[in-house]
């Protein structure tokens, strides 16, 4: 009942709630006190289950992968970078989006993050997965 953002993937939330299905799944969380709950889907992109105002889902980048490693991590990082920025959760998991999107056209968890506004660039050019794609 003490969490805010709770950023965990389908994977690691679908096995604590036993689903998958991420609105049940982060309607699991938020009964038990989570405020915000924000459930990575993969190359199916996130669903976010705000404190206040309907839930959301947004596909993922469409970019070539190379290395998945630390995606999950800079996706967080993300989030905490739009918060800090004052926006809203859509523009902050649109930016998280953008972060693990650039982490993995490249190796390691570096990728291909060169800077905020080059990864602002990009979260307003790469194109989306027009296609719904479960996730993983």
């Not at 889907?41 to 490693?69: I, R």
């Not at 905490?80 to 693990?100: C, E, N, P, T, Y």
Request: some cysteine; charged content about 20%; overall charge negative.
């Amino acid at each position: 009942p003490y969490i805010d953002y709770f950023v965990p993937s389908i994977d690691e939330a679908g096995e604590m709630a036993h689903d998958r299905d991420p609105a049940r799944v982060a309607a699991f969380f938020k009964a038990r006190g989570v405020k915000n709950c924000i459930i990575t889907l993969g190359a199916g992109g996130v669903y976010v289950s705000p404190e206040h105002g309907e839930d959301f889902h947004l596909p993922a980048f469409e970019v070539e992968v190379f290395d998945t490693t630390g995606c999950g991590d800079s996706f967080t990082a993300g989030i905490i970078v739009g918060i800090i920025k004052g926006w809203d959760l859509k523009q902050s998991a649109r930016f998280a989006s953008a972060v693990a999107a650039k982490v993995a056209m490249g190796l390691g968890s570096d990728g291909k993050l060169v800077s905020f506004d080059d990864t602002v660039a990009a979260m307003n050019a790469l194109p989306v997965k027009t296609s719904k794609v479960e996730a993983a």
